[in-house]
């Protein structure tokens, strides 16, 4: 049959990963850096991951195409939620390590390693949105309890990295992706680290992160690391 569906021109695609999330349908995933659509019967043609692609590499064309498949969407989205939930519950099983249950010789091994914070301010309040050390920088936006819920956050984030923290639950979400958005036009990144939590607040992180990328039009390597309540990278 004839029907609107997506095309994506993987030239002009540049592995942002906004249509993945913009797609209600799980209809896109990414297949070695490029946006990808897995089959016509995913696509309900709809278009909404049309206005988030920030290259332009997505298009609605009238085609031969299979019809789209309700129930078999369905089936994936449930498959893809079964195995979140089953992700979470190998992470809950494993015991954590208390530093009152480690041997004396090793109880301080965890709090024994250097600060890597090499720029001040840090909060996105407080940020002025020109200073020198934002140009080139690699930055790292993460939210508050991020740091305090991950054990090894310094070495494995903070290290070489210009690092913006903040809450979107208890701070003003829109003020974030304007300020965002000023640092994103005034600097030339090398890549943008989030670092947020998997409590439902912690998407407005992720949210204010993406927004401002499409506002100054300041499309970069983008990564998005999620911590557990129990302090694991899920």
Same mark, same amino acid.
């Given at each position: 049959?004839?029907?609107?569906? %997506?095309?994506?021109?993987?030239?002009?695609?540049?592995?942002?990963?906004?249509?993945?999330?913009?797609?209600?349908?799980?209809?896109?995933?990414? %297949?070695?850096?490029?946006?990808?659509?897995?089959?016509?019967?995913?696509?309900?043609?709809?278009?909404?991951?049309?206005?988030?692609?920030?290259?332009?590499?997505?298009?609605?064309?009238?085609?031969?195409?299979?019809?789209?498949?309700?129930?078999?969407?369905?089936?994936?989205?449930?498959?893809?939620?079964?195995?979140?939930?089953?992700?979470?519950?190998?992470?809950?099983?494993?015991?954590?390590?208390?530093?009152?249950?480690?041997?004396?010789?090793?109880?301080?091994?965890?709090?024994?390693?250097?600060?890597?914070?090499?720029?001040?301010?840090?909060?996105?309040?407080?940020?002025?949105?020109?200073?020198?050390?934002?140009?080139?920088?690699?930055?790292? #936006?993460?939210? !508050?309890?991020?740091?305090?819920?991950?054990?090894?956050?310094?070495?494995?984030? %903070?290290?070489?990295? #210009?690092?913006? %923290?903040?809450?979107?639950?208890?701070? !003003?979400?829109?003020?974030?992706?304007?300020?965002?958005?000023?640092?994103?036009?005034?600097?030339?990144?090398?890549?943008?680290?989030?670092?947020?939590?998997? #409590?439902?607040?912690?998407?407005?992180?992720?949210?204010? #992160?993406?927004?401002?990328?499409?506002?100054?039009?300041?499309?970069?390597?983008?990564?998005?690391?999620?911590?557990?309540?129990?302090?694991?990278?899920?």
């Amino acid at each position: 049959m004839i029907r609107k569906i %997506i095309t994506i021109d993987e030239e002009k695609c540049n592995g942002c990963r906004l249509c993945v999330d913009a797609c209600h349908e799980g209809a896109i995933v990414m %297949i070695d850096g490029k946006a990808k659509l897995i089959s016509d019967e995913y696509c309900d043609g709809l278009g909404d991951c049309l206005p988030e692609c920030p290259t332009g590499a997505i298009k609605l064309d009238d085609k031969e195409a299979m019809p789209f498949n309700k129930e078999l969407v369905e089936k994936r989205m449930a498959e893809i939620k079964e195995q979140k939930e089953k992700e979470k519950e190998k992470e809950k099983e494993k015991k954590p390590l208390f530093l009152a249950d480690m041997p004396p010789m090793f109880a301080n091994v965890h709090g024994s390693g250097d600060s890597q914070l090499k720029t001040w301010p840090v909060q996105i309040k407080l940020m002025n949105t020109k200073a020198g050390y934002l140009k080139d920088a690699h930055l790292l #936006v993460a939210a !508050d309890c991020t740091a305090y819920a991950y054990s090894k956050f310094h070495e494995e984030f %903070i290290r070489d990295r #210009v690092v913006l %923290i903040g809450c979107p639950k208890l701070d !003003d979400n829109e003020f974030y992706i304007e300020k965002l958005t000023e640092i994103f036009k005034s600097n030339d990144l090398k890549s943008i680290t989030v670092v947020k939590m998997e #409590v439902p607040c912690c998407n407005g992180m992720t949210y204010a #992160v993406k927004q401002a990328m499409l506002k100054s039009e300041k499309i970069v390597p983008y990564n998005e690391v999620t911590i557990t309540t129990e302090g694991n990278i899920l």
